[in-house]
């Protein structure tokens, strides 16, 4: 199956900051997923991007398919930002999703 | 309903002992995925299940562990003689048919076993 990595693995922000993370993939994917786990566990759906560029709100997502990554920015960070973010993506003809290892972000007040 | 449902949101049990975890899919979502998160680490995939098709079983670690999904709706992850690695978070996941298709997330179960 595809690896997945992430990084950084972990990012400390000020209230108000932007940060850009990245996630790299092994192979190509033709399912790719944002999410944001809060600190109850629940996985929070952000993008669902295999190519190109989304945005919601604060939070915009960019997939380069042929190079094989993906970017999740996030501006003017919130303390409610905090929490771990995860990619996750598709190869081939697998079905369910290979994670990577998550980036834990922390925003402060 | 809204979204995915998972029952009982908590579950501590003794080693030895099996549990049972369900799991209620969305609404008209064919597929239906359970993964599991160990503490600080990301998800792994345990079973897929797509309509009447027979289920890909090939991320469940040991023959401890079994799935049931009856149709398209409720699925029931079994776990017996339960260990202490068994501790996690069991995390299950609908779609569409289609595996180009977001996955969407219960709120999970916490598995303790002491």
């Known amino acids: 199956g595809i690896q997945v990595e992430q990084s950084p693995p972990d990012l400390i922000l000020q209230e108000g900051a932007n940060s850009t993370l990245r996630c790299n993939f092994s192979d190509s994917v033709n399912n790719l997923q944002w999410f944001h786990q809060n600190p109850w566990g629940q996985l929070i759906n952000l993008f669902y991007i295999p190519s190109g560029t989304k945005q919601n709100g604060r939070l915009s997502a960019t997939t380069v398919a042929t190079e094989r990554y993906s970017l999740l920015y996030i501006s003017s960070s919130q303390t409610t930002d905090s929490g771990v973010y995860f990619c996750?993506?598709?190869?081939?003809?697998?079905?369910?999703?290979?994670f990577g290892s998550g980036t834990q972000l922390t925003v402060l007040p | 309903g809204a979204g995915v449902s998972q029952s009982p949101s908590n579950k501590v049990t003794e080693k030895g002992k099996d549990v049972e975890l369900r799991c209620d899919p969305i609404s008209g979502h064919t597929a239906l995925y359970w993964y599991r998160q160990r503490l600080g680490q990301g998800l792994e995939f345990l079973i897929y299940?797509?309509?009447?098709?027979?289920?890909?079983k090939s991320g469940l670690p040991s023959d401890r562990f079994s799935a049931e999904r009856t149709g398209e709706s409720v699925s029931t992850l079994t776990i017996q003689r339960t260990q202490q690695e068994d501790s996690a978070v069991y995390l299950c996941?609908?779609?569409?048919?289609?595996?180009?298709?977001?996955?969407?997330f219960g709120p999970g179960t916490r598995l303790t076993v002491l």
């Open positions: 299940f797509q309509g009447n098709s027979a289920p890909d």
């Open positions: 996941a609908s779609s569409t048919q289609v595996s180009t298709d977001t996955q969407y």
């Open positions: 996750a993506g598709i190869s081939g003809s697998a079905r369910q999703l290979t």
